[in-house]
């Protein structure tokens, strides 16, 4: 069930995206009288899923959820439609239209995407607001995983800042050290800064990393797995674990580190209820647990900060954010070219893009997640690759920088080996996402 709504809000938000995205075309084109012959969300090889002609345009879904498309008229596209180039042109195709005209319609796509996350962005602000967590609030300090660990990262140390920057919200502390060249990490640990280098061969298993580090939090129970007998033992929820046997504990990292210990026997384990202070006989099993949740809400640790928009002070604030977004992703593309990094290993396909989507419908994250992708969406799409609209933008601008257009033929095998390229990644990032399957 879990699946199927990850996946229903990711063809819902592709849908919405793939949508707008050909209608920037098509608005275009119909503004400069160019004809559209076909307009189609998902792609339709060998038939359709529906279809229907109104006026010179035949309007579509498809089955295969890849993208979508708008047939012109007058243009080599990845319909790879020849026959139509052979003929005289006409006034109304695209190969008859001024550059300044063809290179509207080319980024007519682009350009709804963009304004598209700005809008989203600014909507969200304003009915919903922000929340996020200070990284000066992180009283507990951090829990750290093996890869933290090993870089000298430990467990309680408060992350004052990147590069001697403070970094004012927690959840951006990851971004900064991958896509910010971070070299070093300042923590306070037991009373004293000190500066943890950033080694730069980090990077490439940070990318990979889905817990580096998180809150350091008390320990109260919230859920049991179906294999717990610790309910049986006498503990409840709410309950808040501070030891085990004869040694006190407070965190939750704390706990699994010695409990890890004591695989296959049973221990004390030492709780919190109201105003008592009880003990529990518990089993641990043979991964050295015992099946117990810790509550995982923030605001019953820490204090959250929240920011509330007007209808006014939204815009701005969206439109900041969605170019902030942009430079973001930007520079997280940029790690494609750094080969110590190996960013490429963690190219993902459908299969991960999906998995952003929360495993219950939150239509806040929904919105969220969709300008995020609108503006991945954008900039994929002006890559001066053949075969995507930056192609057909980098051939039009040589045509107005020189006055000279490409022949017919050498867009024919520009957009062939375009088509290649696109495919050569496609199956590269899929298949990496079928090895993670694998690898779980």
Same mark, same amino acid.
């Given at each position: 069930m879990k699946i199927l709504i990850q996946a229903s809000q990711?063809?819902?938000?592709?849908?919405?995206? /793939?949508?707008?995205? #050909?209608?920037?075309?098509?608005?275009?084109?119909?503004?400069?009288?160019?004809? /559209? #012959?076909?307009?189609?969300i998902f792609f339709n090889p060998w038939f359709s899923l529906f279809k229907r002609k109104i006026g010179e345009t035949e309007y579509g879904v498809g089955w295969l959820p890849l993208g979508g498309y708008v047939k012109i008229s007058g243009m080599i596209d990845e319909s790879m439609d020849l026959e139509q180039m052979k003929r005289p042109p006409q006034p109304w195709e695209f190969r008859s239209k001024p550059a300044w005209q063809r290179?509207?319609?080319m980024t007519g796509g682009v350009l709804v995407n963009f304004i598209l996350a700005l809008f989203i962005y600014a909507s969200v602000l304003y009915v919903w607001g922000e929340q996020y967590l200070p990284t000066k609030n992180v009283k507990y300090g951090i829990e750290c995983d093996s890869l933290a660990l090993s870089m000298g990262l430990k467990n309680g140390d408060k992350i004052l800042s990147l590069d001697n920057r403070e970094v004012e919200r927690f959840n951006m502390i990851l971004h900064d050290l991958i896509v910010n060249k971070t070299s070093t990490i300042q923590v306070e640990r037991e009373g004293q800064v000190l500066s943890i280098p950033v080694p730069e061969e980090i990077i490439a298993p940070l990318l990979k990393s889905t817990g580096f580090i998180t809150t350091r939090i008390p320990f109260i129970v919230d859920e049991f797995t179906k294999e717990s007998s610790a309910p049986a033992a006498g503990i409840k929820?709410?309950?808040?674990?501070?030891?085990?046997?004869?040694?006190?504990?407070m965190f939750f990292d704390e706990f699994k580190d010695e409990l890890s210990k004591y695989k296959n026997t049973t221990v004390q384990v030492k709780v919190s209820r109201g105003n008592e202070k009880l003990s529990f006989p518990v089993p641990v099993n043979e991964m050295g647990k015992v099946g117990i949740y810790p509550v995982g809400d923030l605001s019953r640790f820490f204090e959250l900060e929240k920011i509330e928009y007007s209808f006014l002070s939204a815009i701005p604030a969206g439109i900041s954010k969605g170019f902030s977004t942009m430079v973001s992703y930007l520079k997280q593309l940029k790690l494609l070219f750094r080969p110590k990094v190996k960013a490429y290993e963690s190219l993902g396909g459908f299969i991960k893009i999906g998995s952003f989507f929360p495993e219950v419908w939150d239509w806040q994250s929904f919105w969220n997640l969709t300008a995020l992708l609108s503006i991945i969406l954008a900039i994929m799409n002006i890559l001066p690759i053949p075969a995507l609209d930056g192609g057909h933008v980098l051939f039009l601008l040589y045509e107005i920088v020189t006055g000279r257009k490409p022949s017919d033929k050498f867009l024919e095998y520009a957009q062939i080996a375009g088509l290649m390229v696109l495919f050569a990644i496609l199956l590269y990032a899929n298949g990496n996402d079928v090895v993670q399957l694998f690898r779980k």
């Open positions: 990711f063809l819902l938000s592709l849908s919405i995206l /793939v949508l707008l995205h #050909e209608f920037g075309h098509f608005i275009f084109a119909r503004l400069f009288k160019t004809r /559209v #012959e076909k307009f189609y290179l509207f319609i929820k709410e309950d808040q674990i501070i030891g085990i046997n004869d040694k006190d504990l």
